[in-house]
Protein backbone atom coordinates (compact mmCIF):
# COMPACT_ATOMS: atom_id res chain seq x y z
CA UNK A 1 0.00 0.00 0.00
CA UNK A 2 2.99 2.28 0.90
CA UNK A 3 4.84 1.29 -2.16
CA UNK A 4 1.94 2.42 -4.52
CA UNK A 5 1.00 5.65 -2.60
CA UNK A 6 4.61 6.24 -3.37
CA UNK A 7 4.10 5.39 -6.84
CA UNK A 8 1.00 8.03 -7.47
CA UNK A 9 1.81 10.73 -4.77
CA UNK A 10 -0.84 9.93 -2.27
CA UNK A 11 -1.59 8.97 0.88
CA UNK A 12 -1.77 4.99 1.61
CA UNK A 13 -5.11 5.73 3.99
CA UNK A 14 -7.15 5.86 0.70
CA UNK A 15 -5.75 3.05 -1.57
CA UNK A 16 -8.28 -0.37 -1.67
CA UNK A 17 -7.12 -3.07 -2.76
CA UNK A 18 -9.44 -5.25 -5.08
CA UNK A 19 -8.99 -8.23 -7.24
CA UNK A 20 -8.49 -6.35 -10.26
CA UNK A 21 -8.85 -3.37 -12.30
CA UNK A 22 -12.56 -4.44 -13.33
CA UNK A 23 -13.65 -4.22 -9.63
CA UNK A 24 -11.35 -1.29 -8.79
CA UNK A 25 -13.31 0.31 -12.43
CA UNK A 26 -16.75 -1.07 -11.07
CA UNK A 27 -16.14 0.03 -7.94
CA UNK A 28 -15.07 3.56 -8.82
CA UNK A 29 -18.02 4.02 -11.31
CA UNK A 30 -20.94 2.37 -9.43
CA UNK A 31 -19.53 3.40 -5.44
CA UNK A 32 -19.43 7.08 -6.52
CA UNK A 33 -22.52 6.98 -8.38
CA UNK A 34 -24.31 5.48 -5.86
CA UNK A 35 -22.75 7.83 -2.95
CA UNK A 36 -23.51 10.88 -5.18
CA UNK A 37 -27.26 9.74 -6.50
CA UNK A 38 -28.96 12.08 -4.70
CA UNK A 39 -26.76 15.28 -6.94
CA UNK A 40 -27.54 13.92 -9.70
CA UNK A 41 -27.80 10.64 -12.30
CA UNK A 42 -25.64 11.90 -15.18
CA UNK A 43 -22.11 10.17 -15.93
CA UNK A 44 -19.66 10.87 -19.10
CA UNK A 45 -17.15 8.70 -20.64
CA UNK A 46 -15.52 8.32 -24.09
CA UNK A 47 -16.65 6.09 -26.79
CA UNK A 48 -13.52 3.86 -26.66
CA UNK A 49 -13.02 2.72 -23.07
CA UNK A 50 -12.07 -0.56 -21.65
CA UNK A 51 -15.55 -3.14 -21.05
CA UNK A 52 -14.67 -2.52 -17.06
CA UNK A 53 -15.88 0.85 -17.66
CA UNK A 54 -18.35 0.70 -20.16
CA UNK A 55 -20.25 -2.21 -18.97
CA UNK A 56 -20.81 -0.57 -15.24
CA UNK A 57 -21.67 2.45 -16.99
CA UNK A 58 -24.43 0.50 -19.06
CA UNK A 59 -25.46 -1.42 -15.97
CA UNK A 60 -26.31 2.40 -13.79
CA UNK A 61 -27.96 3.31 -17.54
CA UNK A 62 -29.97 0.21 -17.42
CA UNK A 63 -31.20 1.50 -13.58
CA UNK A 64 -32.41 5.17 -15.10
CA UNK A 65 -28.84 6.96 -15.31
CA UNK A 66 -28.11 9.15 -18.13
CA UNK A 67 -24.71 8.13 -19.74
CA UNK A 68 -22.96 10.89 -22.25
CA UNK A 69 -20.04 8.89 -24.50
CA UNK A 70 -17.74 11.44 -25.80
CA UNK A 71 -16.49 10.30 -29.12
CA UNK A 72 -12.28 10.77 -30.09
CA UNK A 73 -10.49 12.32 -32.92
CA UNK A 74 -8.86 10.57 -35.62
CA UNK A 75 -5.74 9.13 -33.54
CA UNK A 76 -7.83 8.06 -30.61
CA UNK A 77 -7.80 11.44 -28.27
CA UNK A 78 -10.63 12.81 -26.16
CA UNK A 79 -11.09 16.51 -26.63
CA UNK A 80 -10.91 18.19 -22.82
CA UNK A 81 -13.53 20.89 -24.52
CA UNK A 82 -15.89 18.18 -25.95
CA UNK A 83 -15.71 16.82 -22.40
CA UNK A 84 -16.33 20.04 -20.64
CA UNK A 85 -19.13 21.06 -23.00
CA UNK A 86 -21.29 17.86 -21.80
CA UNK A 87 -21.07 18.33 -17.91
CA UNK A 88 -24.52 19.72 -16.98
CA UNK A 89 -26.03 20.57 -13.65
CA UNK A 90 -26.89 16.73 -12.58
CA UNK A 91 -23.05 15.62 -13.87
CA UNK A 92 -21.84 13.70 -11.15
CA UNK A 93 -18.78 11.86 -12.56
CA UNK A 94 -16.62 11.87 -15.74
CA UNK A 95 -14.48 8.49 -16.33
CA UNK A 96 -11.44 9.08 -18.96
CA UNK A 97 -8.95 6.37 -19.09
CA UNK A 98 -5.38 7.16 -19.05
CA UNK A 99 -3.87 4.93 -21.73
CA UNK A 100 -6.05 3.33 -24.41
CA UNK A 101 -5.43 -0.72 -24.30
CA UNK A 102 -6.15 -0.88 -28.05
CA UNK A 103 -4.17 1.90 -29.59
CA UNK A 104 -1.87 2.97 -26.95
CA UNK A 105 -3.10 6.72 -26.90
CA UNK A 106 -1.97 8.81 -23.96
CA UNK A 107 -5.33 10.52 -22.61
CA UNK A 108 -4.62 14.40 -21.46
CA UNK A 109 -6.17 14.09 -18.43
CA UNK A 110 -4.43 17.39 -16.33
CA UNK A 111 -6.73 19.13 -19.09
CA UNK A 112 -9.77 17.11 -19.68
CA UNK A 113 -9.73 17.22 -15.32
CA UNK A 114 -9.02 21.11 -15.51
CA UNK A 115 -11.58 21.16 -18.22
CA UNK A 116 -14.38 19.42 -16.31
CA UNK A 117 -13.57 21.46 -12.69
CA UNK A 118 -14.04 24.61 -14.39
CA UNK A 119 -17.07 24.07 -15.71
CA UNK A 120 -18.53 22.50 -12.59
CA UNK A 121 -15.89 22.08 -9.78
CA UNK A 122 -17.98 19.68 -7.95
CA UNK A 123 -17.89 17.05 -10.41
CA UNK A 124 -15.83 13.91 -9.86
CA UNK A 125 -13.01 12.68 -12.20
CA UNK A 126 -11.84 8.57 -12.82
CA UNK A 127 -9.19 6.78 -14.60
CA UNK A 128 -9.05 3.68 -15.23
CA UNK A 129 -5.04 3.71 -15.41
CA UNK A 130 -4.66 0.03 -15.54
CA UNK A 131 -2.70 0.65 -18.82
CA UNK A 132 -0.85 3.40 -17.50
CA UNK A 133 0.40 2.63 -14.18
CA UNK A 134 4.67 2.21 -14.34
CA UNK A 135 4.61 3.63 -17.89
CA UNK A 136 3.75 7.77 -17.49
CA UNK A 137 3.70 9.49 -14.77
CA UNK A 138 0.42 9.11 -12.56
CA UNK A 139 0.23 12.26 -9.95
CA UNK A 140 -3.62 12.38 -9.24
CA UNK A 141 -3.82 15.53 -6.58
CA UNK A 142 -1.27 17.39 -9.39
CA UNK A 143 -3.92 16.59 -12.29
CA UNK A 144 -7.35 16.76 -10.64
CA UNK A 145 -8.07 13.53 -10.55
CA UNK A 146 -10.18 11.92 -7.93
CA UNK A 147 -10.45 8.18 -8.59
CA UNK A 148 -7.60 5.82 -10.04
CA UNK A 149 -7.75 2.92 -10.87
CA UNK A 150 -4.85 0.09 -11.19
CA UNK A 151 -4.18 -3.35 -11.81
CA UNK A 152 -0.91 -5.51 -11.22
CA UNK A 153 -0.35 -7.46 -13.40
CA UNK A 154 0.22 -5.05 -16.22
CA UNK A 155 2.55 -4.19 -14.26
CA UNK A 156 4.46 -7.66 -14.78
CA UNK A 157 2.64 -8.84 -11.10
CA UNK A 158 0.04 -11.40 -10.13
CA UNK A 159 -2.94 -11.31 -11.78
CA UNK A 160 -6.06 -10.53 -9.64
CA UNK A 161 -5.12 -8.29 -7.93
CA UNK A 162 -5.86 -4.30 -8.44
CA UNK A 163 -6.47 -1.00 -6.36
CA UNK A 164 -8.68 1.56 -6.11
CA UNK A 165 -7.12 5.24 -5.17
CA UNK A 166 -9.96 7.91 -3.72
CA UNK A 167 -9.60 11.48 -3.10
CA UNK A 168 -9.03 11.74 1.18
CA UNK A 169 -12.94 13.59 1.06
CA UNK A 170 -14.68 11.60 -1.50
CA UNK A 171 -17.73 9.68 -0.67
CA UNK A 172 -17.29 5.88 -1.88
CA UNK A 173 -20.90 3.42 -1.39
CA UNK A 174 -19.29 0.02 -1.02
CA UNK A 175 -20.38 -2.46 -3.75
CA UNK A 176 -19.20 -5.89 -1.80
CA UNK A 177 -20.58 -6.00 2.02
CA UNK A 178 -19.63 -8.37 4.08
CA UNK A 179 -16.40 -8.09 6.80
CA UNK A 180 -15.81 -4.75 6.71
CA UNK A 181 -12.25 -5.27 5.24
CA UNK A 182 -10.38 -2.23 3.77
CA UNK A 183 -12.20 0.18 6.54
CA UNK A 184 -15.42 -0.94 5.65
CA UNK A 185 -14.90 0.15 1.80
CA UNK A 186 -14.35 -3.30 -0.19
CA UNK A 187 -15.43 -6.60 2.12
CA UNK A 188 -13.89 -9.93 1.88
CA UNK A 189 -10.49 -11.50 2.76
CA UNK A 190 -7.46 -9.72 1.03
CA UNK A 191 -5.06 -11.47 -1.56
CA UNK A 192 -2.21 -10.84 0.68
CA UNK A 193 0.24 -12.77 -1.26
CA UNK A 194 -1.24 -10.98 -4.79
CA UNK A 195 -0.65 -7.74 -2.67
CA UNK A 196 2.80 -8.69 -1.89
CA UNK A 197 3.16 -9.77 -5.55
CA UNK A 198 2.04 -6.30 -6.72
CA UNK A 199 5.02 -4.62 -3.90
CA UNK A 200 7.07 -6.72 -5.48
CA UNK A 201 6.18 -5.46 -8.97
CA UNK A 202 6.30 -2.14 -7.67
CA UNK A 203 9.90 -1.89 -6.26
CA UNK A 204 10.63 -3.87 -10.01
CA UNK A 205 9.29 -0.84 -11.40
CA UNK A 206 11.11 2.14 -9.29
CA UNK A 207 14.19 0.39 -9.76
CA UNK A 208 14.11 0.55 -13.87
CA UNK A 209 13.32 4.40 -13.22
Known amino acids: RRLLAEFLGVSDRHIIFTSGGTEANNLAIIGTAMAHAKSGRHIITS ?25 VDAIGRVS ?19 VNNEVGVIQPLAEIAGAVKKRRPQVLVHTDAV ?9 PLEQGIDLVSVSAHKLHGPKGVGALWHRPDLRLEPIIQGGGQE ?16 GQALRSAMAMG
Open 183 to 198: TGRRSGTENVPGIAGF
Open 80 to 98: PEAVAAAVSEDTVLVSIMA
Open 47 to 71: AVEHPAVLAPLAYLESKGWRITRIG
Open 131 to 139: QALGKIELK
